[in-house]
């Protein structure tokens, strides 16, 4: 028997064509291929893992269900472990007669990946990345179902404002708020999305920085935002550098009071636990993994969360991540609401689909709805409906949903963080 979703030999792609007919008119009936575009070398390699599994956990779903049409789905992978290894990524996917791809977890990949499968007229759903440019340049065929940066940044302002400076004791017109981001694709796109929001919300922004993580003295950073007198930080940031701001901050003693950080950094489990205490009280803006509050959920989609979760953890010995529920949510979407929707598997006919889904809040196993942007739209392709939460840090090494209350696990925690 042939696993669900495992790569199967080059050769087989060539004779299988993903316009749903064989080269000489007839329908096809043999598998029905996407190709997947992950890092899976690399620095980005593990998170490109992670999502990708929750990909193929999807499909194993669906070709338990019947598959699509009655064909089983099958995944061919491309490893795209760097915004330069992008394009070739989705060319040797493309040039085997794989018209729908999936990926890509990384904004600075996703940008070059969704471009170059734009130009070659392949249908592209991209399922982690979230800088908003992807959606923003309207190029044809390509879909997103994740938050975008810039949602990600209102969020953490508005939760900010409605949670966390009232529950201070301050006046957000008052408390003085930094705007601290790294400042490629994905950071500026939180960032400026946090800065808006602010703006509109009211906020009392005294300053925005940006910064370039491989060229920073995060002590000299520090005494920067410590200059401001900052009451909260939004922050966008990657791993390491978040680290890195964070150990600064403490070492001088950075009054600051409370700090909401966004995705790649801030609600990631290895972050809370190189942080231990000093995670405590800190905030993330970002994607729900597994732990989402169920009650937000419609029945089908809690009894889908259930079959995802216990399969995922008989196959993998954990529970699904951000990047896994991301990676399942897409794959879901596109084999379960789009594809049997469409007339062909043409990228035409996809997109046609994908237009017509029309999903409420709590469809998906993440508490996201399905709604795409139209053409002409400024984020053409994009789920507005797409799930984000915040999360906080309230003992260490353990995080949980506190906003919005619907898919919140526990109450918001509003603690100083002032060392």
Not at 192 to 210: F, H, P, Q, R, T
Not at 375 to 397: H, K, T, Y
């Amino acid at each position: 028997m042939t696993r669900p979703g495992r790569v199967l030999a080059a050769g087989l792609w060539l004779s299988l064509l993903l316009t749903g007919c064989t080269s000489a008119g007839r329908p096809a009936t043999g598998d029905l291929v996407i190709g997947a575009v992950y890092p899976l070398t690399g620095q980005n390699g593990g998170d490109g893992k992670l999502e990708l599994s929750g990909l193929r956990l999807a499909v194993e779903l669906i070709d338990q269900r019947g598959g699509v049409g009655g064909r089983q789905v099958r995944i061919v992978t491309a490893d795209a472990p760097s915004e330069a290894a992008a394009p070739a990524a989705v060319d040797s996917l493309v040039d085997r007669g794989i018209g729908v791809l999936v990926g890509t977890n990384g904004s600075t990949i996703a940008l070059p990946a969704t471009r170059r499968a734009s130009e070659r007229g392949a249908l592209y759903l991209e399922t982690g990345a979230v800088a908003d440019s992807i959606t923003a340049r309207g190029l044809p065929g390509i879909l997103r179902t994740v938050a975008t940066g810039g949602t990600l940044g209102r969020k953490a302002a508005d939760f900010a404002h409605d949670f966390v400076l009232p529950g201070l004791k301050l006046a957000p017109a008052a408390a003085r708020t930094v705007v601290l981001f790294e400042g490629d694709t994905y950071g500026a796109s939180v960032g400026y999305g946090a800065i808006d929001e602010a703006g509109l919300m009211g906020l009392n922004v005294v300053d925005s920085i940006s910064y370039d993580a491989g060229h920073t003295d995060f002590t000299r950073l520090a005494a920067q935002v410590d200059a401001d007198r900052p009451d909260l930080i939004l922050t966008a940031s990657y791993l390491e550098d978040a680290l890195a701001f964070r150990h600064a901050a403490l070492a001088r003693h950075l009054k600051v009071r409370a700090i909401v950080g966004t995705s790649s950094a801030y609600c990631r489990q290895d972050f809370g636990d190189a942080l231990g205490q000093d995670a405590v009280g800190l905030y993330a803006s970002d994607k729900p993994n597994q732990d989402i509050n169920e009650a937000a959920l419609t029945p089908a989609a809690r009894d889908l969360l259930h079959a995802a979760r216990d399969r995922y953890l008989a196959e993998h010995g954990g529970s699904m991540s951000a990047e896994a529920v991301s990676g399942f949510v897409g794959g879901w979407v596109l084999l379960h609401e789009v594809a049997p929707r469409a007339a062909s598997l043409s990228r035409d006919d996809l997109w046609k689909a994908a237009m017509a889904v029309d999903l409420p809040a709590g469809s998906e196993i993440n508490g996201a709805g399905v709604r795409f942007a139209a053409a002409g739209q400024p984020d053409m392709g994009q789920n507005r409906r797409a799930a984000s939460v915040i999360w906080e840090w309230l003992s260490p090494g353990h995080r949980a949903v506190v906003y919005p209350p619907a898919y919140a696990q526990a109450p918001p925690r509003i603690l100083s963080i002032t060392t």
